[in-house]
């Protein structure tokens, strides 16, 4: 999916990485006469570079990112208690992934555009939510859960 770019950095072999605003970073090499963006060799070029988009295939796998850290829970919900907000399409804002951790039973969790898939989690095998992709969770029995939100680490 396509996804904003915010910055640029090195990585240890100095090639340039783009900062994506999912988290996210994404090889930007200027490699002619294979792969030719000199916009990257440049200050200048990096800078006008800025807002626009690349395509996040790291985001279509719901991989999650690195150097993030949780910040904020939910309460814990049962099915009696999940929040109407949670039953139908809701997002996370820019840049925030969360995971549902199921504590007991299992919850079915619906993933929308561009991604489309359906899992059925419990307490081995919790669920990632990708930033700005609508999902929504349904219950089908007894189950506890929350929701984590993390944050990218200053
Ligand atoms: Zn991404």
């Known amino acids: 999916m396509k996804r904003t770019i915010i910055g640029f950095h090195r990585d240890e072999e100095g090639d340039w990485v783009a900062e994506l605003d999912c988290g996210h ?10 792969v030719s963006r000199p916009w990257v ?14 395509d996040c295939l790291r985001c279509d796998r719901m ?18 208690s999940v929040p ?8 996370t804002k820019r840049g925030t992934w969360a995971r549902i951790r199921v504590l007991s039973g299992a919850l079915r969790y619906h993933v929308g555009a561009p991604i489309e898939r359906s899992f ?3 307490p081995a095998s919790p669920a990632v939510i990708v930033p700005e992709v609508p999902h929504r969770v349904e219950t089908e029995g007894p189950v506890r859960f929350f929701v984590e939100f993390y944050r990218r680490r200053k």
Do not use: C, K
């Open 41 to 54: 060799t440049s200050a200048e070029g990096r800078e006008s570079m800025l807002g626009r988009e690349l």
């Open 120 to 122: 059925r989690i419990n």
């Open 63 to 80: 991989e999650w990112p690195e150097n993030y850290e949780s910040h904020r829970r939910t309460p814990d919900f049962d099915e009696g």
């Open 25 to 34: 970073g994404q090889h930007v090499r200027h490699r002619p006469p294979f």
């Open 84 to 91: 109407a907000g949670l039953r139908s399409d809701h997002t």
